[in-house]
C-alpha cells in the first residue's frame, strides 16, 4: 500500500514538473513587437503631402499578420498615423511600447515619412531630421526627430536581442550612418535598411507608394527568395532592394544598410512561395 501510495506521489510530482516544464518554454517563447509610423498629411500645410503613401505601412502590416510574417496579434503592432504621428507620441511609443519587447523578442520599426535638411530657419544648417505630423520648418530641432539621436533613443528603450528597421524617408542613409558611428552601450543586434543615401531622395508612384516600400513587401512574401528554400533572410532582402530599387529608379536611388554580421541570415519570413500573380492577387499594391 505504501509502495503504491509513493509511485502514485512520484507520478503526480514529475506531472507538476511536466507541466511547470511546459509553462516556462510559453513564457520563453519570441514574440514580435513593431512600430510603424507614417505620416502622409502634416499639420503645417507648407510641408507637402505624401499621397498614397500609406499603403506601404499597410502593405507591411499584412505581412506580419500573415502566416510569412509571424501571425504577429494585432496587440503586438502599434501603428501611428498622420495626426496620431506627433513628435510626443512617437518618443513616447519607445519606452510605452517597445520597451514590452524582452530579451528573446524581435522588434520591428517602420517609418514613412518625409526626410529632410534643416534649412537654418531655426538656427540649424545641414542636419537631417524625419518630420512628423506636427513638426515645423521653422522649429525642426524641436518638433522633428533627428536622424542622428535616432539610435541614442532605440538603444536607450529597446531590449529586445534582435531588431529589424526599415526607413522610407527621404535621406534616411543619414540614420544609417548615426548607427554605423554609435559608441554607446548596444544590447540589441540589429538591421537598419533605409530607402535612400543621406544625400538622395526616395522614389514614389502617386497613390499607389514608395518604390521602396512596394519593393520591399513584395520581396518580404517571397520575391526576394533568391535560393527558393521558402524562406527571406536579411541578407537576401537586402540583396533584392540593391537591385531592383535601382532598376526602378533609373540608377538614381540606391537603399543603404548597417547590419550586425548575427543578423545576416536571420529570417524575415518563412513558408514563402513566390509567384508573381499570386502577390498581386493577395497583395495589390493599389490598395
Request: overall charge positive; proline content about 3%.
Amino acid at each position: 500500500m505504501k509502495r503504491d501510495s509513493i509511485r502514485g506521489l512520484s507520478v503526480i510530482f514529475f506531472l507538476v514538473l511536466a507541466v511547470g516544464a511546459d509553462d516556462v518554454d510559453v513564457r520563453r517563447e519570441s514574440r514580435i513587437y513593431a512600430l510603424c509610423v507614417s505620416v502622409v498629411t502634416y499639420q503645417e500645410r507648407d510641408i507637402p503631402p505624401l499621397s498614397g503613401m500609406q499603403c506601404d505601412v499597410q502593405r507591411f502590416v499584412r505581412f506580419l499578420k500573415s502566416d510569412y510574417g509571424g501571425k504577429v496579434p494585432s496587440k503586438n503592432i502599434l501603428c501611428l498615423y498622420d495626426k496620431e504621428a506627433t513628435r510626443e507620441n512617437v518618443l513616447r511609443a519607445f519606452p510605452d511600447f517597445l520597451a514590452k519587447a524582452r530579451k528573446q523578442d524581435r522588434v520591428y520599426i517602420y517609418f514613412n515619412m518625409h526626410g529632410s535638411t534643416s534649412r537654418g530657419l531655426d538656427g540649424s544648417v545641414g542636419k537631417k531630421y524625419f518630420f512628423l505630423y506636427d513638426s515645423s520648418l521653422a522649429n525642426m530641432s524641436e518638433t522633428a526627430l533627428r536622424m542622428s539621436d535616432f539610435p541614442r533613443l532605440f538603444y536607450k528603450h529597446v531590449k529586445a536581442e534582435k531588431a529589424v528597421i526599415f526607413f522610407q524617408t527621404c535621406m534616411s542613409g543619414a540614420c544609417v550612418d548615426a548607427f554605423k558611428k554609435y559608441t554607446g552601450s548596444k544590447r540589441t543586434h540589429v538591421a537598419v535598411i533605409a530607402s535612400s543615401p543621406g544625400d538622395k531622395f526616395s522614389w514614389a508612384l502617386r497613390f499607389v507608394g514608395g518604390v521602396y516600400g512596394i519593393l520591399l513587401t513584395n520581396g518580404l512574401n517571397g520575391g526576394a527568395d533568391a535560393n527558393r528554400d521558402g524562406r527571406v533572410t536579411i541578407a537576401e532582402i537586402i540583396a533584392y532592394l540593391k537591385v531592383y530599387v535601382s532598376v526602378c529608379t533609373l540608377s538614381y536611388q540606391l537603399p543603404v544598410c548597417y547590419v550586425d554580421p548575427l543578423m545576416e541570415q536571420d529570417v524575415l519570413s518563412r513558408g514563402v512561395y513566390f509567384h508573381i500573380w499570386d502577390a498581386i492577387r493577395k497583395y495589390p499594391i493599389w490598395e
